[in-house]
């Protein structure tokens, strides 16, 4: 295996082959083991970035693969079609903590934690939801205030993916006035900030490897150069970042359908019953059918918000629809996989019980699939 930045970007056969064989060497032998302990592997992460999966859409020039969407797509596709967990959180530092800063970070800011992040010798964090106010982020209660030269943030955030294990955090904090879109800033803050701390790891019922807790801030302060962007731009900045975060999430869920669905047909292949493989069966082979039409119809999707992301176009609405879309086929795969696995299905002797338990965070986080239906609604509204 080689790093995917030495890869033509064109190429992306080549990449999905290294994202793949990375994934049967590195991750397959330990999936479950990782999920009944809840460990997150921190090493395969380093891994990760020397690889070039950990900055996969930054610039060379601040130590990233300057690659685009149809090669992040790519990887978290293969990684998630082992083990969602891994690809959760290789999406999570990619497109939330590590593309805030690239997007709206300074070329200083860029120079300075950007290198890190995309090595993968720094996991990156990304606080925006809390205990009260999960879709209602407007309401949020996590405040920034300026003394002097630093910014002193008091409050707390919740279900934030390495808020424990992560060197460094992008914040969403309130600068103004509550339920004002301009009332939030966003700040950077490095691991061991006096002032701010991890909470206890949340007992999840999938995506167990990949790390939850709260992020708490107790008069924390930070320099005032820590500041991503202006006073005030936090809540359009986080906005814009979800687009893309969204596409994040749909590759997730696309590549979890395609591990159920794999391990469906195999076992579908290899069961006998009355005499014949099970997948000769009427009932079995439309259920595998539609599963892979599904999934079909989810990839077209993602690819599409994937291309107008890499052209610098809009992608609000489409972003949201594959989000939902793929998430909800996720669930939907993942569960008659276990229905094609039987009694077996429902044991962790074989795969198809972990893909069910992973798919559903996808239809929750970075926007429940209520969330996105008020996102395309509204984006069909205003057209």
Known sequence: MYPINAIQSQDLSAIREAAKAFAHQNILPYVMEWDEAQTFPIDVFHAMGEMGFMGMLVDPAFGGSGLGYAEYITVIDEISQICGSIGLSLAAHNSLCTQHINQFGTDAQRAKWLPKLASGKWIGAWGLTETGTGSDAGGMHTTALKEGDQWV????????????????????????????????SAFVIEHGTPGFSGGKK???????????????????RIPAENLLGEVGEGFIQSMKILDGGRISIAALSLGIAKGARNAALKYSQEREQFGKKIAEFQGIAFKLADMDTEIYGAELMIRHAGSLKDQGLKVTKESAMAKYYASEVAVRVSSEGVQVHGGYGFTKDYPAEKFYRDAKLCTIGEGTSEIQKLVISRQMLRA
Do not use: P
């Open 153 to 184: 943030l008091n409050g707390s955030k919740n279900f934030i993916t390495h808020a424990i294990s992560g060197n460094i955090a992008v914040v969403l904090a309130r600068t103004g006035e509550k339920g004002d879109s301009h009332g939030m």
């Open 202 to 220: 949340e007992n999840k019922l999938g995506m167990r490897a990949s790390e939850t807790a709260c992020l708490f801030f107790d008069n924390c």
